[in-house]
């Protein structure tokens, strides 16, 4: 009696442990499937993250490219230098009242036949203005009328390349050039001066 009591006894315990195993494993399996939503949760807003990151620095990253593809065309670099140079040049300078009243002395004093005080005074006008170029025209003729033509043509041909771009300086100094050279005896030089006058 006692072997067949402990039997199912031992029949019992046994199938109670395969309950409580059985138990034990549905337990950990429902465990691990809530468990693993919330891991795929954590996974899931981290490439959002990631993602919005990398957004900015595309949105940032696309103007400066654009920006360096229009500073680096070379069809726009040369439209930039096309400003107009020449009217700076052209444009006549406004005369320095000193260096007029000591052009106005020099007129006087040519008249008066004292030619070497005008040269003074013209050279002091020109170290006041020394881009002025009615001081080399008056200056070119002083030196003229002292019968000094290789300087009065230098000075002439420094008045020319000063006024550079004013047609009717030029025709001016070009003819004054052909003055002096004719009365040199530079007849050649002469009609080439006044050729190169006439295109003015």
């Not at 620095?57 to 696309?62: E, K, Q, Y």
Request: hydrophobic share 35%; proline share 8%; charged share 20%.
């Amino acid at each position: 009696m006692v072997l067949t009591l402990k039997y199912p006894a031992f029949k019992l315990f046994r199938q109670l442990g395969l309950v409580v195993v059985t138990i034990l494993f549905s337990a950990c399996s429902t465990i691990s499937t809530v468990n693993q939503p919330t891991v795929e949760d954590k996974s899931t807003p981290a490439p959002t993250t990631n993602t919005a990151k990398s957004d900015p620095s595309r949105v940032t990253s696309s103007p400066a490219s654009t920006n360096n593809t229009t500073y680096g065309d070379p069809e726009q670099t040369p439209s930039m230098p096309v400003v107009p140079v020449a009217p700076k040049a052209n444009a006549p300078i406004k005369q320095n009242p000193a260096v007029v009243a000591l052009i106005d002395t020099a007129q006087q004093q040519q008249q008066k036949g004292d030619l070497y005080s005008a040269q003074s005074s013209l050279q002091r006008a020109q170290r006041i203005a020394p881009r002025d170029p009615q001081i080399y025209y008056e200056l070119a003729g002083i030196h003229r009328n002292l019968h000094d033509y290789d300087l009065a043509e230098q000075v002439a041909l420094k008045g020319v390349s000063i006024v550079q771009g004013q047609p009717q300086q030029l025709r001016r100094f070009w003819s004054l050039i052909a003055q002096i050279r004719s009365d040199s005896g530079d007849r050649k030089g002469a009609s080439q001066a006044q050729q190169i006058a006439d295109r003015y």
